[in-house]
């Protein structure tokens, strides 16, 4: 398709993955508008901690192929992107360490060991206490064991979904404030959606649709009649100002993590796995509970302050693969959700897979797995 193509494209959401798509499709020569309620990156997009694990210390899953495609765009898109919005996304190479502090935790540590060791592109050594001492002094004294992962990064994501929107708008596609509340549909087909804005209502019409809506994406399957069970899995990270040198090394143990980020000097602390449906309110419990997870791991961590708590929801799906694709029975409308702890990582690889699908009929990855018809079949 070229960029004189009169395709109509909504896209419903300004988190990475709808701007993503927005910024892949422009590249192609496809002109969209996105369309989001709240403003760009101002759900988990914009709170992420940005870890690009590549999912090694998680082994095998079955967002794997995503996962390598999607890593394998970041260092290009990472430059492209600074250079066409003039924002540093902060994409860093990021040592990650992951801690046994019992002997009892060893065996899940190592797990998957040889899997990992032999992921291309990473290095992965189980080192005893005192040589993961030797790389961060400041973990806990009684560590036993740790995971070193070489050839992992991280990124601002805030930075990286705002400067997705900013370099696709340059490129032609527009961005813009509003509700969506319907996907019109005719013969089969779409030909438009109806938005709510302080303009009041409006139908635009389209002949593509993306319904990049995060966890609130299960409302387009409602609009349409065909499910699409992403739900919202509350995280909450705490940002420390902290003593000493800055944590270089990713510490995790468990589901928890800690490291100081670029963009503001803090030491950021998640996380929270918590089924509480759509509510983005910050709680204490949650502050403490991860605080008292990171000082296990890092008990330096008891002079330092909560400069700042977030929270917001991941979209996740029932099988824990994405979404991604065309929605059946419903021509020229596509999903693009379920990124669930990991939709940082994988955001650039949905939007490319899925800008090339409507683009060129093809993307450059199977994502028949990540069919969004599997939850009707
Ligand atoms: C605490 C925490 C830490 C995380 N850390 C990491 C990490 O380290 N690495 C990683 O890879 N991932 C991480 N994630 C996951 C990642 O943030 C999400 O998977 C990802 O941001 C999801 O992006 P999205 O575009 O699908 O959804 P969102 O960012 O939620 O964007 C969806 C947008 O759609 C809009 N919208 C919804 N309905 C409508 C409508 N009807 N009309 C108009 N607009 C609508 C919403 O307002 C929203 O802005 C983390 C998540 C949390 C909560």
């Known amino acids: ?216 994406s299960a409302a387009a399957g409602d609009w349409l009649g065909v499910p699409l069970p992403a739900r919202p899995l509350k995280g909450q990270i705490i940002r420390l100002r902290a003593p000493g040198p800055p944590y270089a090394v990713s510490v995790g143990h468990g589901g928890n993590y800690a490291a100081t980020k670029p963009s503001d000097g803090l030491v950021w602390c998640g996380t929270t796995e918590e089924d509480a449906g759509f509510d983005e309110t910050r709680a204490p419990e949650a502050r403490d509970a991860i605080a008292e997870a990171v000082l296990r791991m890092l008990p330096a961590l008891a002079d330092a302050e909560v400069a700042l708590q977030t929270a917001c929801l991941r979209p996740v799906t029932p099988d824990g693969a994405a979404i991604l694709g065309p929605v059946p029975g419903a021509e020229g409308v596509y999903a693009a959700t379920g990124g669930g702890r990991q939709g940082i990582m994988m955001g650039p690889g949905m939007a490319k897979a899925l800008a090339c699908l409507i683009a060129n009929g093809a993307p450059e990855l199977d994502i028949e797995r990540y069919d969004p018809g599997r939850f009707a079949r």
């Open 1 to 216: 398709m070229d960029a004189t193509s009169q395709r109509d494209v909504v896209i419903i959401g300004g988190g990475i993955a709808g701007v993503g798509t927005a910024y892949y499709l422009a590249a192609m020569g496809v002109r969209s508008t996105v369309i989001e309620r709240d403003g760009v990156a101002s759900h988990a997009s914009g709170f992420a901690y940005g870890g690009l694990s590549g999912g090694v210390p998680n082994g095998p899953q079955p967002n794997s192929p995503l996962i390598d495609y999607s890593m394998a765009l970041y260092p290009a898109l990472a430059d492209a992107l600074a250079e066409e919005s003039g924002v540093d996304v902060q994409y860093r190479p990021r040592t990650l360490l992951r801690l046994a502090l019992a002997a009892d935790e060893v065996a899940a540590l190592t797990a998957n060991l040889a899997w990992q060791q032999a992921r291309p592109g990473y290095a992965v050594e189980l080192l005893d206490g005192a040589q993961a001492r030797a790389l961060e002094p400041r973990i806990a004294p009684e560590t036993v064991a740790a995971l070193h992962i070489e050839g992992a990064s991280d990124v601002e994501p805030y930075r990286l979904t705002v400067a997705l929107a900013e370099a696709a708008e340059r490129r032609g596609a527009s961005v813009r404030t509003g509700e969506v509340t319907a996907i019109h549909m005719r013969a089969g087909r779409v030909e438009g959606v109806s938005v709510e804005s302080a303009a009041g209502n409006e139908r635009v019409p389209c002949d593509t649709v993306v319904a990049a809506m995060g966890p609130w």
